[in-house]
Nanobody, 131 residues
Framework: QVQLVESGGGLVQAGGPLRLSCAASGRTTSSYAMGWFRQGPGKEREFVAAAAINWSGDTTYYADSVKGRFTISRDNAKNTVNLQMSSLKPEDTAVYYC??????????????????????WGQGTQVTVSS
């Protein structure tokens, strides 16, 4: 079992930064694929970013809508995965979820873009970007 707890959400003005963290417990997640998803009001949950380890090392992958503005990173010593968000836009407003894949996570991060690719989920943290 893996428990995931997100933190760092809140209200921020457009153009500002925000950093989300996801603390994992129950297992060490350094070899897992980790992802961030978000769900806006009235919308389906959508992929934001993923981090995974393949034969060449650490890999990351981003949705086009956040590429160049968001950065996913791991802190293996703390068993956390972070999402640094910058240049935030009102359309980034959503509940952000952290997810972990513990099964056969040996491909590049670009392989893990679907909610079905993940085994465990956090409860979510609200991010609201005001214009």
């Amino acid at each position: 079992q893996v428990q995931l707890v997100e933190s760092g959400g809140g209200l921020v003005q457009a153009g500002g930064p925000l950093r989300l963290s996801c603390a994992a417990s129950g297992r060490t997640t350094s070899s897992y694929a980790m992802g961030w998803f978000r769900q806006g009001p009235g919308k389906e949950r959508e992929f934001v970013a993923a981090a995974a380890i393949n034969w060449s090392g650490d890999t990351t992958y981003y949705a086009d809508s956040v590429k160049g503005r968001f950065t996913i990173s791991r802190d293996n010593a703390k068993n956390t995965v972070n999402l640094q968000m910058s240049s935030l836009k009102p359309e980034d407003t959503a509940v952000y979820y952290c997810a972990a894949r513990i099964r056969n996570a040996y491909r590049s991060a670009s392989a893990y873009k679907s909610t079905r690719d993940y085994d465990y989920w956090g409860q979510g943290t609200q991010v609201t970007v005001s214009s």
